[in-house]
């Protein structure tokens, strides 16, 4: 049996500020260079994995491309400009890119075991 629908790659929401936020799903290479990146203590502390997670998944703010997060400043740098409001936008887009997932929780666990 083929399956005709193509899971989303990239979602795009608005944050409460106005911006547009693209976000993509996560490559299997990318969660290994994000989860080397937060190191062995952060990847099982599940609130900053969140975070770190929802941040190294934006690949375009307002049309502008965000390059790769290489460093964890970078990756506090992008949480702090995403703020509130667009970590928010993220999580929804993680809502259209990870639909077999009911929580947040549960799209960190995919990610953890893909």
């Given amino acids: 049996m083929t399956e005709d629908v193509k899971q ?7 944050d409460a500020n106005g911006r547009q936020i693209e976000v993509r799903k996560l490559k299997p290479i990318e969660q290994l260079w994000m ?4 190191g062995g203590v952060n990847a099982n502390n599940g609130p900053y994995l969140g ?4 941040a190294y998944s ?3 703010i307002d049309g502008q491309d965000v390059p790769r997060i290489r460093t964890k400043a970078a990756l506090e740098a ?6 509130e409001a667009g970590l928010a936008a993220v999580g929804e ?3 259209e890119l990870y639909p077999d ?6 799209a960190q666990d995919i990610l953890k075991n893909v």
Avoid at 8 to 14: G, H, L, P
């Fill in 35 to 38: 989860l080397e990146l937060v």
């Fill in 101 to 106: 997932a009911a929580s947040q929780g549960e």
């Fill in 78 to 83: 992008m949480v702090q400009r995403l703020d």
């Fill in 51 to 54: 975070y770190a997670t929802l």
């Fill in 8 to 14: 989303a790659v990239t979602a795009i929401k608005s």
């Fill in 58 to 60: 934006v690949s375009k």
């Fill in 93 to 95: 887009a993680f809502k």
